[in-house]
């Protein structure tokens, strides 16, 4: 069954501190690949998405995100987290349809 | 206004009301998309409409009508609803190439959705 799976509900981190958030996926094709953010009472603004070639793709806000194939995996990162990226962080797969699949999504908190 | 915008942000509604949620994009999309956001759910797809053409309903009651008038505008009916169904309603656009199951699909851009109680 296709799925995705965000392991962590809620992570709390220092301003300053690097920052993962994991997300596996469950695909049978070639998936296309979103993270979007989701602030309190506000719709998914995208950051970053992977459709083909380098793994490694960079988003907005300082974002980026590697696909590794291997581990069915698409993870997060930031090196330095600032206070304003308290959000909801939400994964998404697909292909060129219309059906993507969301994951539940991970709550960040950011501590000063 | 840019990008997708959605009205009412908030709606608090009885179970016996008629209401309707109102979708506008301006980003030159051709396809529109509602979805349902509940607590600790995934969002799920509702309703998808290519080229003003309704092309997915994801089972959802007939209690939820769309209503596609042109590729800008969508808008979203509800009438007899029930607690349940209170939920953040998101709408998202997206630029779709071709028709039909070879069509292609781009990026989907979300508005902000109506925060919708059911009392």
């Known amino acids: 069954a296709q799925s995705v799976t965000q392991p962590d509900i809620h992570i709390t981190v220092s301003e300053g501190a690097s920052l993962e958030l994991r997300c596996n996926y469950s695909y049978g094709a070639t998936p296309y690949l979103f993270w979007y953010v989701q602030s309190p009472g506000q719709g998914l603004q995208l950051l970053l998405k992977y459709f083909s070639g380098d793994t490694l793709v960079q988003g907005i806000k300082g974002f980026e995100a590697e696909f590794k194939r291997s581990q069915s995996s698409f993870n997060l990162r930031k090196p330095s987290v600032h206070w304003s990226d308290a959000a909801e962080y939400v994964c998404a797969v697909g292909n060129n349809t219309d059906k993507l699949i969301f994951g539940t999504g991970t709550r960040l908190q950011v501590f000063p | 206004e840019t990008g997708v915008t959605q009205t009412p942000r908030h709606l608090v509604m009885g179970m016996t009301n008629k209401k309707s949620l109102k979708c506008e994009q301006h980003l030159g999309h051709n396809a529109m998309y509602w979805y349902k956001q509940s607590a600790k759910k995934p969002l799920e797809l509702m309703f998808v409409y290519n080229f003003k053409e309704q092309t997915e309903n994801n089972s959802v009651p007939s209690r939820f009508s769309p209503e596609c008038p042109n590729s800008s505008h969508l808008f979203l009916h509800l009438h007899t609803l029930q607690p349940e169904d209170s939920a953040l309603y998101l709408c998202?656009?997206?630029?779709?190439?071709?028709?039909?199951?070879?069509?292609?699909?781009?990026?989907?851009?979300f508005g902000p959705g109506t925060r919708l109680t059911v009392l």
């Open positions: 998202a656009s997206s630029y779709r190439s071709g028709g039909g199951t070879s069509g292609r699909t781009d990026t989907q851009y």
